[in-house]
């Protein structure tokens, strides 16, 4: 058997000296006795996969609406996206793993339905009502609203997890984030998941945008330096490959380039800033990123991405009715909360009632807002 002192030994032993221990951790806002076998951030990570939130990751839109077809990425499929990418990127550069695989399950658990389109109606809403931000959002959800533990609310993570769910979200009077004031610099583990955050979504919505034929493969090849330069690797490797296969490979040609840019560039600048602690690392600001000329072909990509697929009529379509629809059923909400679920009305008394009412919301999947939409809305919809 291996107790949680053996590997957080283990941990000192076999990463490199400016990653995030475990056995430094500053610990939970409520005191729990500690697990016999697992560190701080492998209980952090079993904890998020737990809890409700991260279930409805599933029916969340990155950006195709759920019922647009079952082969497409939800938030969940892409959480575990980012978890793979820094993961490698962790391992290679000696941090720690068990962090980055939390924070990456758990960096999403703040959005709304329906991706971006959902969090600026909220922002919208909420203005002047102490506002919506994804992040601030995803620190309220582990803190407050999950509710698993009859000693506390909230998952009760680590300090330093909670910390990088936060990011770079405002920081303010609020008593939910006044912690973590002023915000320290990032920890390189919190930097990387960053990055393969932005990773994992620029190479997936390739995929789907081009299975979905809003995108056009040979016209991204023709306009973006990586998609020309993963092709060609891929028709070198594989003669006479067309089609999806092609499509395949050329997408594992660009991930795979990427990967190892981020690894090299990082292992670079670490080596030359040279920081003795995780401490160090962070004041040295960012260490952890792409060489110069990926980065500049990272955001070539994501301004044609943006052009062309995020911007493309049918997406703006789905975007401008799931605005609507979350619009209609906030203001309905606010207007008589007696329509609210009696347990949400409770809270309303505590937390205010558009509080509660963007809380309620930011919940949802995408599939039970329509439904909740078709409930409130549809005169032969059963309440
Ligand atoms: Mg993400």
Known sequence: MITREQIERR????LRPYALFSGDSRGRRHEEP??????????????????????????????????EGDYYRTRLTHSIEVSQIARSVASALGLNEAFVEALSLAHDLGHPPFG????????????GHGGFEHNVQGLRIVDTLERRYPGFPGLNLSFELREAI????????????????????????????DIADSTAYNHHDLDDGIRSGLLDFGDLCRHVTLLGAGRELAEREFPGLTGRGLVFRTIDAVVKGSIRDLVESSHARIAAAAPATADDARAAGGLIGFSERMATQQDELQDYLFDNFYRHYRVVRMMDKAKRLLGSLFDAYV??????????????????VHRTVCDYIAGMTDRFAEMDYRKLFDPSERV
Not at 11 to 14: C, F, S, W
Not at 167 to 193: C, I, M, N, W
Request: aromatic fraction near 8%.
């Open 34 to 67: 500690v697990d016999p076998y697992r560190p701080a951030y492998q209980r952090d990570r079993d904890r998020v996969i737990h809890c409700t939130a991260f279930r409805r990751l599933e029916y969340k839109t990155q950006v195709f609406v759920y019922h």
């Open 335 to 352: 207007a008589r909360p007696e329509l609210l679920p009696p347990e949400f009305q409770r809270l309303a008394d505590e937390h205010g």
């Open 116 to 127: 971006h389109a959902g969090g600026e109606v909220l922002h919208g809403r909420m203005d």
């Open 166 to 193: 936060l990011k770079h979200g405002p920081t303010g009077p609020d008593a939910e984030t006044e912690e973590f004031s002023p915000p320290r610099p990032p920890a390189l583990e919190t930097q990387l998941v």
């Open 11 to 14: 941990e000192r032993a076999t």
